[in-house]
T-cell receptor
C-alpha cells in the first residue's frame, strides 16, 4: 500500500518568511495529493490539493509542487503569519478497487514567530 | 456544500462500556466514508473504509469486532467502540468522499475512557 513520508516534523519560521514542507509517496499509481491544516483540537481543513496531471498549483500565499517522476510533492507558504501556525499534513490518494483511500503523512508542526 | 456532521463531539465513558459515534453527510450522498483515529500529536491513521450497504474494510491491525462500523444509508455511517478501554481514548474522525475527489472531514469526536 501507499506510504507517505513528510519532513520536517517541526518547523519554526519568523513572521514574513517562507515555509516549505516536503513529502514523498511510494505508490506511483497515486494521483491526488491534498494538503490539510489542523489546528489544535479541530478537524483537518483542506488548504490546497494537486492532481497528477499538474506540476504546480498556487492559491494566494500557498503553493504546491509535484514531481511525479521522483514521487515527491511540496507545500510552500510565503509571507507567513502567526495564524499559519498549525499542524500540516500531506496526503496521497491510494487507488484501490472502486474507492480511494487517502493516506496521510506524519505531519509537520509549523510555528510562526511574530 | 459538502458538509459532514459528526456526533457527539466529545464523550466520556467507563471502561468496559460501548460508545457509538455518528457521521452524517448533510448535503450530499456519500457511498464511501472513512474512519480515522488520531492520538495526541500524531497523524490521522485510517481505521476502516465504510461502503453503504456492505461490510466495512478494515486496515491491518484494527480489530473489526472491537470497532463496529455500520453504513446503513448514503448519508450515515456509525462507529461503535465496544468494550472500551483507556487505550481507546483518542480523537476519532470521519470523512466522506465527494465525486471521488476531495474529502470533507467531520468535526471529530474526542473519546475519553475512564
Amino acid at each position: 500500500g501507499e506510504n507517505v513520508e513528510q519532513h520536517p516534523s517541526t518547523l519554526s519560521v519568523q513572521e514574513g518568511d517562507s515555509a516549505v514542507i516536503k513529502c514523498t509517496y511510494s505508490d506511483s499509481a497515486s494521483n491526488y495529493f491534498p494538503w490539510y491544516k489542523q489546528e489544535l483540537g479541530k478537524r483537518p481543513q483542506l488548504i490546497i490539493d494537486i492532481r497528477s496531471n499538474v506540476g504546480e498549483k498556487k492559491d494566494q500565499r500557498i503553493a504546491v509542487t509535484l514531481n511525479k517522476t521522483a514521487k515527491h510533492f511540496s507545500l510552500h507558504i510565503t509571507e507567513t503569519q502567526p495564524e499559519d501556525s498549525a499542524v500540516y499534513f500531506c496526503a496521497a490518494k491510494e487507488r484501490e478497487t472502486s474507492y480511494d483511500k487517502v493516506i496521510f503523512g506524519p505531519g509537520t508542526s509549523l510555528s510562526v514567530i511574530p | 456544500g459538502a458538509v459532514v456532521s459528526q456526533h457527539p463531539s466529545w464523550v466520556i465513558c467507563k471502561s468496559g462500556t460501548s460508545v457509538k459515534i455518528e457521521c452524517r453527510s448533510l448535503d450530499f450522498q456519500a457511498t464511501t466514508m472513512f474512519w480515522y483515529r488520531q492520538f495526541p500529536k500524531q497523524s490521522l491513521m485510517l481505521m476502516a473504509t465504510s461502503n453503504e450497504g456492505s461490510k466495512a474494510t478494515y486496515e491491518q491491525g484494527v480489530e473489526k469486532d472491537k470497532f463496529l462500523i455500520n453504513h446503513a444509508s448514503l448519508t450515515l455511517s456509525t462507529l461503535t467502540v465496544t468494550s472500551a478501554h483507556p487505550e481507546d481514548s483518542s480523537f476519532y474522525i470521519c470523512s466522506a468522499g465527494v465525486k471521488a475527489y476531495g474529502y470533507t472531514f467531520g468535526s471529530g469526536t474526542r473519546l475519553t475512557v475512564v
